[in-house]
């Protein structure tokens, strides 16, 4: 089993340009989500996917898309990047959508945008 | 407000020396509480969680954690570190009731010296 996979692991983009993160899971779990991480601030929910066909904003949802393509892939999207987005960006899945739940995650995107 | 503290941002330790590393939280509802280990260039991996029951969990490598429900605390322990340990370590929190949160706290980089 792979787990949780991410590409590309590194992209470098100019502001305005847009791209989409790709995550994929392995493990059949329902609810997948998306992360960035910044330096002395942790990890910050952007978007999750409580289950197939379903999408919610988390904590910092502005300048993102997100799709639940089928119950194993969950790709983000920045339509128009600004360096504010520049950050590692964590896939994680768990089981079902529930407080208890171990999220399992890939291995990041390091994103620069110039 | 819900949150998580790790008041420590780097924790220098030397090797076979043993380790705490802190958290705490702030809630008005029960809490579950989890220890995730970063390596470099890689995602995060649960290292333990508490759910209910004993407070004193045990969990892979060698790590346990307490949790001290009076001083709202979860600290991570480990009698003697390897070099193998160098790695961030992240303390997150969720909660058993109300809108699903789960919080990550800023990270704690521990370092084990030769």
């Known amino acids: 089993n792979a787990g949780v996979t991410q590409t590309p692991k590194f992209q470098v983009l100019k502001t305005g340009q847009s791209m989409t993160l790709q995550c994929a899971q392995d493990?059949?779990?329902?609810?997948m989500y998306w992360y960035r991480q910044d330096p002395g601030m942790g990890l910050r929910l952007i978007y999750y996917?409580?289950?197939?066909?379903?999408?919610d904003k988390g904590e910092v949802p502005n300048g993102y898309n997100v799709s639940r393509l089928n119950k194993r892939e969950f790709s983000l999207r920045l339509e128009s990047a600004a360096p504010s987005q520049t950050s590692v960006y964590f896939c994680?899945?768990?089981?079902?959508?529930?407080?208890?739940?171990?999220?399992?995650f890939g291995p990041g995107t390091r994103l620069l945008v110039l | 407000a819900q949150s998580v503290t790790q008041l420590d941002s780097q924790v220098p330790v030397f090797e076979e020396a043993p380790v705490e590393l802190r958290c705490n939280y702030s809630?008005?509802?029960?809490?579950?509480l989890f220890w995730y280990v970063q390596y470099p260039n890689q995602g995060l991996q649960l290292l333990l969680k508490?759910?209910?029951?004993?407070?004193l969990v045990k969990g892979i490598n060698g790590f346990e954690a307490e949790f001290n429900k009076s001083q709202t605390s979860f600290h991570l322990r480990k009698p003697s570190v390897h070099i193998s340990d160098t790695a961030e370590y992240f303390c997150?929190?969720?909660?058993?009731?109300?809108?699903?949160?789960?919080?990550f706290g800023t990270g704690t980089r521990l370092k084990v010296l030769a």
């Open positions: 508490y759910l209910s029951g004993s407070t």
């Open positions: 493990m059949n779990h329902n609810s």
């Open positions: 997150a929190v969720s909660f058993t009731s109300g809108t699903y949160k789960y919080i």
């Open positions: 996917s409580a289950s197939e066909g379903t999408t």
């Open positions: 809630s008005s509802v029960s809490v579950y």
């Open positions: 994680a899945s768990s089981e079902i959508h529930r407080a208890k739940e171990t999220q399992y």
